[in-house]
């Protein structure tokens, strides 16, 4: 009796805690279905009594929310590809070669995970407007490819893989470039995989750089036009909360995919590198 | 780094003939230069260069249009002046104190609740990560939302529970704390999953011996679990204060920094000075104050984690 009244409380206790974490959303969610009188009305309900997407049509008529998401797609998954490209192939040099300097050389990549990209971002945008990339979306992908956390990651994980493939393939004349495509690679799909899922979120939900680097309204990404919402409602009327909640919502609907397909290597990714992307 | 050398030495017995020329980087040099260079050139450009240059400007008067003029310490003698600097120092201050403390609280029972063995317990620690997955900028509109001084749930709820309503972020009174609220609603499972690795990293046998010492489970808990979690514990504390120095995003969509100076941070105060006062020059001394505080405390934790050790 004393047992089963125990493990009652534990999943009321598990419960409790999901609902502290999932309300806000939820609310957010019921109320981008409400038109928006009765949003502004009191007392609020928890089911909406007139049910309506127009919120939705409304976000996609109002601004250029699908431009948005077209730029955080392209900007988000060419950035992550990229970083995967790159970091991978110097985190094997860095974890498997030897070569002159290296230590040097990757402490100096390291010592960058201490300094985030606002202290920074002006000499940042200085180079930028030098290279004539500022107002185009190369800005801001070509910076989030230098990013540190997946060199860091990769790197400690070619590290340790055993030796015994790689002599192998060199005995049967495998270029340098084929042992690392064809044999390491396959091997490192976990820490790919974390690698993945950090990077997608942190170039997704990416916002200073973004919009310290774009100018034109259509060539905004998602985080930076849906502050632009809470930014009309400082400074005039237009600003509706439903439309606001709506653009919100479609706004982390990639983020849970990405997050239900990989969470388990999330999971382990902060626990080993403790670092955010 | 022993095996990757005797396995070059193999590769060179089986291919005699196409020797590796020696250079002067080792003998893998010239492979390791074509793997590292596509990263290198983009952090060099994009990362390592800005860093660097980002002292030279300090030093500099820049306004957007015209050319930089060195002004030596001007910036500096200014920053140590400028009481809105202050201002957003001490808010970073106040905010680190007042979400620390629930942060480690939280974090810690949440991981030591979802590490028990029950159904349910991955959907658990998965639904605790949303908040720290989602857009900043989403999380900072549901939350405006709920504290809407007129229509806001939450002031709705206090109203059912007959207390007054909260001016949550329209009140410079109130407006630092909210936006912690949200920050610490934000981290939690974050936090929690550094704790559960630290849970799992305590070593069985420790809790085995000391149910055959017959320990209590409160003793355990106090005398094995807490000090074991040390190292963690000081990693979530300096990952914290991190994240503080650097905080903005909820701040520029919750509050603007408003009312007045009430949530004005060091990195809101440094893109109002770059990007819409256009003082360049200034605006790189706030990011070099920025990087110093963060290099500081990183060597506070280093050396607070080494003299432990001792």
Redesign the interface.
């Known amino acids: 009796m004393k047992k089963r009244l125990k ?1 009652s409380l ?2 009321f ?2 419960v409790l ?2 609902a ?3 309300f ?2 939820a ?2 969610l019921i ?1 981008s279905f409400k038109p928006e009188a009765e ?6 309900h928890w089911i909406p009594k007139a049910f309506t997407a127009s919120n939705y049509s409304e976000v996609l008529k109002k601004y250029p929310y699908l431009a948005w998401g077209q730029n955080s797609l392209i900007t988000t998954v060419a950035g992550t590809l990229l970083i995967l ?3 991978s ?2 985190a ?3 974890g ?7 230590k040097v ?1 990757y402490g ?2 390291v010592a ?1 995970l ?3 990209i ?10 930028c407007a030098k ?1 004539k990339l500022l107002n185009t979306l190369t800005a801001i992908i ?2 989030s ?2 990013n ?1 956390t997946s ?1 860091f990651i990769l790197t400690s994980f070619f590290h340790s893989l055993p ?1 015994e493939l ?2 192998a393939a ?2 049967d ?1 495998c270029s ?1 470039f084929r042992i ?1 495509a064809q044999i390491m690679l396959p091997l490192s799909k976990p820490a790919l995989s974390t690698v993945t899922f950090l990077t997608f ?1 942190s170039n ?2 990416s ?2 750089w973004p919009m ?1 680097a774009i100018r034109d309204d259509d060539l905004k990404t ?3 036009g ?2 632009q ?3 009309t409602a ?1 400074s005039n009327a237009q600003f509706q ?1 439903g439309t ?2 709506a653009g ?1 919502m479609m ?2 609907v990639p ?2 995919i990405v ?1 239900l397909a990989l ?1 388990r290597y ?2 382990q990714g ?3 590198s ?3 992307g | 780094m022993l095996n990757t050398q005797s396995s070059a030495s193999a590769a060179g017995a089986c291919r005699p003939k196409k020797s590796r020329t020696k250079s002067p980087w080792g003998s893998q040099g010239k492979v390791a230069a074509l793997f590292l260079a596509p990263y290198l050139i983009i952090f060099t450009i994009f990362r390592f260069g800005p860093s660097v240059a980002g002292i030279f400007i300090s030093f500099t008067k820049w306004d957007l249009a015209g050319k930089p003029v060195f002004v030596s310490f001007d910036n500096f003698k200014r920053l140590l002046t400028d009481s809105n600097f202050h201002v957003s120092l001490l808010n970073t201050l106040i905010f680190f104190v007042l979400t620390l403390p629930p942060l480690i609280l939280f974090s810690l029972l949440l991981a030591i609740f979802l590490n028990q063995k029950m159904h349910g317990r991955n959907v658990g620690r998965a639904i605790a990560i949303i908040p720290y997955v989602l857009i900043p900028a989403v999380v900072g509109i549901i939350w405006n939302w709920m504290y809407d001084d007129n229509f806001g749930i939450l002031n709705y709820y206090l109203k059912q529970m007959g207390s007054p309503s909260v001016h949550w972020i329209t009140s410079s009174k109130t407006a630092l704390a909210s936006v912690a609220v949200v920050v610490v609603w934000t981290y939690i499972g974050y936090n929690m999953v550094l704790f559960l690795a630290g849970l799992q990293g305590i070593p069985n046998e420790l809790y085995e011996a000391s149910q055959i010492d017959g320990a209590s489970k409160t003793q355990t808990f106090f005398k094995i679990t807490l000090p074991m979690l040390k190292p963690i514990t000081s990693m979530v504390i300096t990952l914290t204060l991190v994240n503080t120095v650097q905080l903005f995003d909820q701040i520029y969509v919750m509050t603007n920094g408003g009312p007045g100076t009430s949530t004005l941070t060091m990195v809101q105060y440094l893109y109002t000075s770059a990007f819409q006062n256009y003082e360049l020059g200034y605006g790189s001394t706030i990011e070099i104050a920025i990087l110093i505080i963060l290099v500081l405390i990183i060597w506070i934790q280093n050396r607070l984690m080494k003299s432990e050790e001792m």
């Open positions: 493990s534990k999943y206790v598990l805690v999901s502290v974490f999932l806000p959303i609310w957010g109320c949003i502004l009305s009191y007392p609020p490209i790159c970091s192939l110097a094997y040099a860095f498997r070669f030897q070569f002159r300097g290296k050389l100096t990549v960058m201490l300094i985030p606002q202290a920074y971002v002006i000499p940042l945008y200085l180079m290279l070509l910076p490819v230098a540190v060199i030796n790689e002599e060199r005995i004349g340098e690392f979120i997704w939900n916002f200073l310290i998602l985080p930076v849906i502050a919402f809470m930014g400082n909360y606001a909640l919100c706004a982390i983020t849970l997050f969470q999330f999971v902060i626990a080993s403790g670092i955010k």
